[in-house]
């Protein structure tokens, strides 16, 4: 089967326009998985950034990573050793045999780095869910075998997705708030795409598998909001992650029919948005949209010589906007994307012909204009430093209000009029 190769120049510019100037700031994408099935590795757009090969470990890989304001790059994986942490190349922790980590994240309002996975207690035989404080194992949740694939932060609290009461594989889709279990989706297989949690607008989404009695790939795909399904993939659907852009949900995974063809699918909503057929074989584990285009990443697969003989190889796949681009030939998996928290933390100018106020604001957010001249109807857009669009409206006057009380503490971006301003929810 070819490789996929294509050029991968991540030149996503955003674009201010002030009455004498206009700016524009390049987005860097970091991708990170592993290299040579072996070694985990982070890259900076198309460049090498950091490689980890840990000497108790025959493999590692990288299954998440979060960029920082100030550039520090944290990632996460695991090995046949264990689970362990990096920052900028270099090993903060090691989480102990039969740990994992699946993901990594900064809680901005606290100032706390949490990882969440599972780690392996040999003296009561058990496989806990763990969360790690500023890489300190800080607690664990669970019972009769639990998971944690995700965590994410929304008014003070913590919401963790993972599997509780594992036997023989299969487990309860559980999310807990604090640790509470406040949600039990219904009986779900320990690999059937649970990954991502993500607190949206004062909801909580996230996606997953449940158990059927159909097949080797007896799962449904689902993605749920506060505990309903609000999509339904069908039998033999694997989501294994999404991400939400205003109105608009994204998920990727695969779906395996019943002679078990399998398709690499990214969803819009309940549609599909786009696939890769069986003769591909392709698995995509993560995605990503920033500022309108569209991140996914996987691998592909080798067979032999018999069509159903996988060989055991696999080559990192990156697509943007459903196309194919060129990554390093030696990357075998692409695990996680990021981009900086700060990405869209445009340049500003006092030329600029939009200002807000009060800055930082708890509910309502005052626009005018600068130059003077009445607008006619304007349309805005804010979102947040994801680029994810969070509200979309219009205005009709130099100075009006926008009602931002719904929007979680943070920081976001209003663009109007070919302006682009920064503001802070503190409420």
Not at 392 to 416: E, F
Request: hydrophobic share 35%; proline share 2%.
């Amino acid at each position: 089967m070819k490789k996929l190769y294509v050029t991968l120049t991540i030149l996503a510019s955003f674009v201010m326009m002030a009455p004498s100037s206009t700016y524009a700031q390049q987005i860097d994408l970091y991708y990170a998985g592993v290299k040579n099935d072996t070694i985990a590795v982070v890259y900076k757009n198309d460049k090498l950034l950091y490689t980890n090969f840990e000497e108790e470990s025959w493999w590692v890989g990288v299954m998440d990573l979060a960029i920082m304001d100030n550039g520090d790059v944290f990632y996460a994986g695991d090995g046949s050793y264990g689970a362990y942490i990096w920052k900028n190349g270099e090993r903060l922790s090691s989480c102990g045999y039969r740990s994992t980590i699946k993901s990594i994240c900064y809680n901005d309002n606290e100032g706390i780095l949490y990882s969440v996975g599972d780690i392996f207690f040999e003296e009561i035989v058990q496989q806990k869910g763990a969360i790690w404080k500023d890489v300190e194992l800080w607690d664990t949740l669970g019972v009769s075998r639990a998971f944690f694939n995700d965590i994410d932060f929304m008014d003070g609290h913590r919401y963790i997705l993972g599997t509780n009461h594992m036997v023989n594989g299969v487990g309860d889709l559980t999310i807990w708030k604090d640790e509470e279990p406040i949600y039990v989706l219904g009986r779900s297989w320990e690999g059937s795409g649970i990954r991502t949690i993500i607190c949206h607008d004062g909801h909580v989404y996230t996606c997953g598998g449940l158990r059927t009695n159909v097949g080797p790939y007896s799962y449904d795909g689902m993605i749920w909001k506060d505990g309903e399904v609000l999509y339904n993939y069908g039998s033999y659907a694997c989501i294994r992650d999404f991400c939400i852009d205003g109105e608009d949900i994204y998920a990727c995974g695969e779906i395996n029919v019943e002679n078990q063809e399998q398709k690499a699918v990214v969803w819009k909503n309940n549609e599909v948005l786009y696939e890769y057929d069986y003769a591909c074989f392709i698995e995509l584990y993560t995605i990503l949209k920033v500022e309108g285009d569209l991140y996914f990443g996987g691998a592909g697969f080798y067979y032999g010589k018999q069509p159903d003989e996988m060989l055991n190889s696999s080559y990192g796949v990156l697509f943007k906007n459903g196309e194919a681009v060129e990554i390093d030939p030696e990357c075998t998996v692409v695990q996680a994307l990021a981009v900086p928290s700060n990405t869209n933390a445009l340049q500003e100018t006092e030329t600029s012909s939009l200002a807000v106020f009060p800055n930082p604001t708890n509910g309502i957010l005052s626009v005018e204009t600068c130059h003077g001249a009445s607008l006619q109807t304007e349309t805005y857009r804010i979102t947040n430093l994801m680029g994810q669009t969070v509200l979309t409206g219009s205005l009709n006057a130099d100075t009006q209000q926008i009602d931002i009380s719904h929007l979680p503490n943070g920081m976001y971006l209003i663009r109007m009029g070919g302006a682009t301003r920064k503001f802070v929810v503190n409420k």
